[in-house]
T-cell receptor
Framework: NAGVMQNPRHLVRRRGQEARLRCSPM?????VYWYRQLPEEGLKFMVY????????ESGMPKERFSAEFPKEGPSILRIQQVVRGDSAAYFC?????????????FGQGTRLTVV | AQSVSQHNHHVILSEAASLELGCNYS??????LFWYVQYPGQHLQLLLK??????LVKGIKGFEAEFIKSKFSFNLRKPSVQWSDTAEYFC??????????FGTGTRLTVIP
């Protein structure tokens, strides 16, 4: 059972370009969470999704950021017109919907650098 | 506002010293509690978790945590730290709505 897979691991974008970050949850997991990590700021919650549904996007900036988790395929975090301040590590976590141990498993993260 | 608070931002200890990292949360209702560890350059890994039952939970690598419901706390402890425990430690709360929120993290540096 493969773990949570995030790609790419490193992404460099010029200001104004779009960044697409992918997250494939563990097999059988239908919850996906996205977090942004900046030095000295810990893990900031961005969005919580289930298949085809956004459950909580209270941590997402109102503009330029969007997320989806389609019925088939990975979850995508999309950042349009990137700015230098978007440079950070973005982590995805997945967990099952039912069961005794509802712990979240994390991917390796995508480090976005905006130049 | 609902939150997870970790009051120690950076802790420096000598090897064999005892460790206690504080975590307080402000969510009401039933919660599940977690401590994750992030070693340098790596992703987060689960140290231990509390769902129900005995409020003193034991995790990997000699870590334990105690859930005190009246204090909304879930402090992490280890009697004797090692250099290899140098990492960042995150407390997390899973709410009744299944969302998962993290504290700002505590960086632990263990000096050999």
């Amino acid at each position: 059972n493969a773990g949570v897979m995030q790609n790419p691991r490193h992404l460099v974008r010029r200001r104004g370009q779009e960044a697409r970050l992918r997250c494939s949850p563990m097999k059988g997991h239908s919850h996906v969470y996205w977090y942004r990590q900046l030095p000295e700021e810990g893990l900031k919650f961005m969005v919580y999704l289930q298949k085809e549904n956004i459950i909580d996007e209270s941590g997402m900036p109102k503009e330029r950021f969007s997320a989806e988790f389609p019925k088939e395929g990975p979850s995508i975090l999309r950042i349009q017109q990137v700015v230098r301040g978007d440079s950070a590590a973005y982590f995805c976590a997945s967990s099952p919907i039912t069961g005794v141990n509802l712990e979240a498993f994390f991917g390796q993260g995508t480090r976005l650098t905006v130049v | 506002a609902q939150s997870v608070s970790q009051h120690n931002h950076h802790v420096i200890l000598s090897e064999a010293a005892s460790l206690e990292l504080g975590c307080n949360y402000s969510y009401g209702g039933t919660v599940n509690l977690f401590w994750y560890v992030q070693y340098p350059g790596q992703h987060l890994q689960l140290l231990l978790k509390y769902f129900s039952g005995d409020p003193l939970v034991k995790g990997i690598k000699g870590f334990e945590a105690e859930f005190i419901k009246s204090k909304f706390s879930f402090n992490l402890r280890k009697p004797s730290v090692q250099w290899s425990d140098t990492a960042e430690y995150f407390c997390a709360v899973r709410t009744g709505a299944n969302n998962l929120f993290f504290g700002t993290g505590t960086r632990l540096t263990v000096i050999p």
